[in-house]
């Protein structure tokens, strides 16, 4: 018999969808369920502590309740914080995802970058080891920004900001000393591809986007190679760790994602 069991993808909120797309395009037969800790959001304004207790617990109910055969946790802040503690935690392949600032290194003629993430993201000791291995000969800039997780949390449910918004938004990295040769940003959250065309907009031809879902899509790929999967693709699910109005809003787009089921934990 095929196997039924799914990839769980972990968020606190909604970004983690701009992982699952490509992962689900790569792997169109593979089940999918997406949780979005809707309880805890948003993560990046929370302290390291909490992250770091909330989210291993978290995903030990979850693998007991959908017996996941690969987890990713599609959330920059979630993982730079609290990645190892989850792998030590659960027997059960665990995918992070990080901040792309290698790639962003490899395209950038400036050697300035920015990352852009939340607050909780770039201030970690993760960053500062990504930069020194990947982008030494670079500066690296660094902006957190709530106010465009909100942003796109509100887009996906249909009320997209608009350019100036955003541009205000992205002042706090773009106006940093240096900040007019940024021509890589590394989109340090998995909310910001959700806002791709304002930000591209909000920025110009000369400054490109670079994020992590495409490696990651390829890194679940690979390390479920040769797994079998139904022969018929099964709804995916969308689980609320608290279902509200705003998450009753984003029952369309989740369907188009073929997340058609929705669960609260």
Known sequence: ????????????????????APTA???????????????????????????????PALLGRLAERYDPRLIVIACNTASTIALQ??????????????????????????????VLGTQATVRQPYVDDLAARFAAD???????????????????????????????????????????????????CTHFPLLEEELAAATGALVRFVDGGPGIARRVAHLTEGQQWPEVPLPGRAVFTAANARTARLA???????LEAVESL
């Open 138 to 188: 670079c500066t690296v800039l660094r902006h957190g920004s709530a106010k465009l997780v909100d942003m796109a949390e509100a887009a996906l449910a249909g009320e997209r900001p608009s350019v100036a918004a955003v541009r205000e938004a992205l002042a706090g990295l773009t106006t940093q000393p240096g900040g007019d040769a940024i021509d890589v940003i590394v989109n340090a």
């Open 252 to 258: 369309p787009a989740l369907a188009r994602l073929g």
């Open 85 to 114: 503690h989850v792998r030590a935690a659960l027997d059960v392949p665990i995918v992070g995802t990080v901040p792309a600032i290698k790639p962003a290194a490899e395209i950038s003629r400036t050697r300035v970058i920015g």
């Open 1 to 20: 018999m095929a196997d039924r069991r799914p990839i769980l993808f972990f968020d606190s909120g909604m970004g983690g969808l701009s992982v699952l």
């Open 25 to 55: 395009a790569l792997l169109p037969r593979a089940p999918l369920v997406y949780v979005a800790d809707s309880a805890g959001f948003p993560y990046g304004t929370r302290s390291e502590t909490e992250i770091a207790a909330r989210v």
